[in-house]
């Protein structure tokens, strides 16, 4: 029975997931990001369905563990690109560490100013870098590692929705900067938005998604530290 449940999830994950790659092929507009829609839609089901999110993770918790050979697997454009790679190196590392101290920062800062419960703000501090690794910062410095995953899944869809309209508005239209600020800033979701835009963009995602992980794991418990 669990193998049948188990199948029957990833079976409805994934036709959602695809189902959406559809609808946002026909009209790509960026609040329709497929990440986005179908996870949404996913949780209209289960709940108007009501089954429990343990019910829904028998299944789940295989596509869950295909995250980590999914990041593995970025390294092979990294390979592609390892020339411009080479050429823009300190760009790429002054921008990432720039912009992590500004992603743990900010929400750090706002947390203060609404009065944020102290539990909460330990989880939110690590929300601009992937998953596993967020989680982990969560835990050494007092927060849920539970709620850190779901603050990084908000970030990661909220800069993968608005992350190409404000570059776009912004006039930044170099390959570069494009993926420095997408992979920083909303880490695996925002790295295959990128890959959207072109592999350059991705590549380049995928090593500022990486260094900011690096950046995070340092920096976070130090400027908790500091301000709490």
């Known amino acids: 029975m669990r193998i049948v449940e188990s199948l029957f999830f990833i079976v409805l994950t994934v036709a959602l997931y695809q189902l959406m790659v559809k609808v946002y092929k026909r009209f790509p507009q960026p609040i329709l990001?497929?990440?986005?829609?179908?996870?949404?839609?996913?949780?209209i089901l289960l709940v108007m369905l009501r089954i429990p999110y343990e019910t829904y993770m028998l299944?789940?918790?295989?596509?869950?563990e295909l995250l980590g050979p999914a990041v593995v697997a970025f390294a092979y454009p990294l390979y592609q690109n390892r020339r411009k790679l080479k050429e823009h190196a300190l760009s790429i590392i002054i921008s990432v560490f720039v912009g992590t101290i500004i992603g743990l920062l900010s929400?750090?800062?706002?947390?203060?100013?609404?009065?944020?419960?102290?539990?909460?703000?330990?989880?939110?501090?690590?929300?601009?870098?992937?998953?596993?690794?967020a989680m982990d910062i969560a835990e050494i410095i007092g927060g849920a590692p539970s709620l850190a995953a779901v603050y990084v899944m908000f970030a990661g869809i909220g800069g993968a929705i608005i992350g190409p309209f404000v570059l776009k508005?912004?006039?930044?239209?170099?390959?570069?900067?494009?993926?420095?600020?997408?992979?920083?800033?909303?880490?695996?979701?925002?790295?295959?938005?990128?890959?959207?835009l072109g592999m350059i963009e991705g590549a380049i995602s995928s090593i500022s998604m990486t260094l900011s992980a690096v950046f995070a794991s340092l920096l976070c418990p130090f400027i908790v530290q500091l301000l709490m």
């Open 33 to 43: 990001v497929p990440i986005a829609t179908s996870t949404v839609l996913l949780i």
């Open 59 to 64: 299944g789940g918790s295989w596509i869950d």
């Open 107 to 133: 929400g750090l800062l706002l947390s203060f100013v609404f009065q944020v419960d102290d539990a909460l703000i330990r989880s939110l501090a690590p929300k601009s870098v992937t998953s596993p690794v």
């Open 169 to 196: 508005h912004a006039r930044i239209h170099h390959p570069i900067s494009m993926g420095v600020s997408l992979g920083a800033a909303s880490h695996g979701i925002g790295t295959a938005k990128a890959y959207e």
